[in-house]
Structure formats: C-alpha cells, structure tokens
C-alpha cells in the first residue's frame, strides 16, 4: 500500500506502507499534526482564560473612576453647602444681636424695671428632674451652632411678643382712656358740681365742665373710640358722643358744626367739631362731659390742665 505526499511547489513523495521507513515516517507525520493542533488549541484556550480576567479589571476600572467622580462632586456640593451655612450662621447671629439692641431700647422706652425683660440672656426655665433622659445626637459645631442661634431667637421672640402686647396695650389704653383737653386753645370757664345757673339765677348742679374759646375753634376727642351720636339735642345744641369702650363715654356739646358721623371711628386728638354756642348757651365754648358705666363723673381727673 503506497502514500502519496504532495509538497508546496507541486512535487509529490510517495511512502510504501509495506516497508518500514515509510511506516515510521507517517506516524512522525501524524504526531506532529496531532501535537501541532493540541498546542494551538492550548493557546487558544490559555489567550480566552487570560483575557477575561483582565476585562473584568478594566470593567471595575471605570467603575471606580465613575464613583470617584461622584465622590468628587459631592464633595464640592458639601463645601458649597458649607460655605453656604457659614454665611446663614453670620446673618443669623447678626439677627440677634439686632433683637438684643431692639429689646433694650423698647424696655428703656416701656419703663420697665431693670431685669424685668434682660435680651442678655435667655428666660429663666426649670422644672423637677425626671428619669428619662433623652441623648442628644452628637452633631457638627457648625450645625450646633447653627440650633444655638435658632434657640436664641426663639427666646428672644417670645421675649419681644411679650413686650410688645404689654407695650399695645397699654398704648391702647393710654389712647382709649379719656385724658387731655377737649379744646387745642381756650380756658376752663365752668367747673363740675353744683354752681349758679347762667340763665336763672339759681343754684343747681352741671354734671360737665365748659372750656371757653373762640367760636369755630378745635374740638378734639380726648380719646379713642367710635362715634355713637352726632346731631342736635336739647340744652345741649349740636352735641357728639363717642364711645371708648369699658364703659367710658364723652361727650362735646354747643357746637358750631359736627365735624363726625354715627358709627365713624376716631383718633385721640382728632378734631370732631368746631367751638360754638348753640342750644343753651351764653358764648362759644365747649360743654364736656365723661360717663363711665352710664353714670357721669367729674371730668376733672381725666383733663390735662
């Protein structure tokens, strides 16, 4: 039996398997042939194992990179943030010392006595100890200064809503009591009590006092208080009545003219009539009178002479 080898430039070689160098040469041939793709199969193999780790390693390469580009911008958006708190933390503080200065100033101007309401401190505060206690969370000094202000403020804003409705009150008061003069120019020409009746002769009792002027001089209302009538009235001519509420009531009688209507809200010092001589009267002046819980009384401790 013969083999026949072709080599690469067409020449041929013909093996006799029936001899024993030919025999010897085809197992050698094959070896190699066999060995030769085993070695390219090995390498093929160990190219695949070696390749898949390193693309993993690239993989985790650019994950690593992509997360520490996010660590990056949030580290910038903590330093603006930072920068941010510490210019809120300087308005704050700024703030109450604001409030510090406006609360001494309004004690000053309120008279109060000295410690009463002190913007140098916070409010005294107590109470029994209890056996909860509660831990508080360990924070930054930036944030823990940040609730130090926040505390102050809301200590010194209970302190001023304090002050400040003891200060409207008492300007409420001081605008609804009756006090001052009905008149901006004149004289008291008539006390309150029992005095010698112009007209008769006689001696009876005048429940108001009468402040003499110039005829269409001011009449002011010597307080706060809503206008509850305006009009004629017997003996009194043109009269207007206002009232101030707990249980105080004026009244400003012999006017020229009303210068306010029934229901309209006044100020103290507001003029509402000008200085006459109607109705039962012997000369421009004003006929003064305070009610207090419907019963009138001497007008005396209200005027401010």
Known sequence: MNIIILGKKGQSRRIDLASMPGLLAVAVTAVLVIGGSAFSGYQAAEY?????PLEEVQGL?????????????LREEARENLNAFSVRLGRL????IRL???????????????????FASSPA????????????DSLPN????????????????????????LLMNRNLQDQVIPAGRPIMKGWLSSHFGVRTDPFTGKRARHYGLDFAGTLGGEVVAVGAGVVTYSGPRYGYGNMVEINHGNG??????????????????????????????????????????VLQN????????YIQE
């Open 294 to 301: 419907g019963k009138v009384v001497n007008p005396l401790q």
């Open 48 to 52: 695949r194992l070696a390749r898949q």
């Open 93 to 96: 503080n700024a703030h109450v």
């Open 142 to 165: 930036l944030i823990s200064s940040l609730e130090g202000l926040a505390v102050q403020i809301e200590d010194r804003e209970q302190q001023l809503t304090v002050l400040e409705n």
């Open 248 to 289: 105080f009531v004026t009244r400003y009688a012999h006017n020229k003219e009303n210068l306010v209507k029934v229901g309209e809200v006044v100020k103290k010092g507001q003029q509402i009539a000008q200085m006459g001589s109607s109705g039962r009267s012997t000369g421009p002046h004003v006929h003064f009178e």
């Open 100 to 118: 510090d200065a406006l609360g001494d100033r309004l004690t000053r101007m309120a008279g109060l006595e000295e410690g009463e309401f002190n």
């Open 61 to 73: 390469r650019g994950e690593i990179a992509s997360q520490r580009n996010a660590v990056e911008k």
């Open 125 to 136: 505060q107590g109470g029994p100890e209890v056996g909860d206690v509660v831990e508080a």
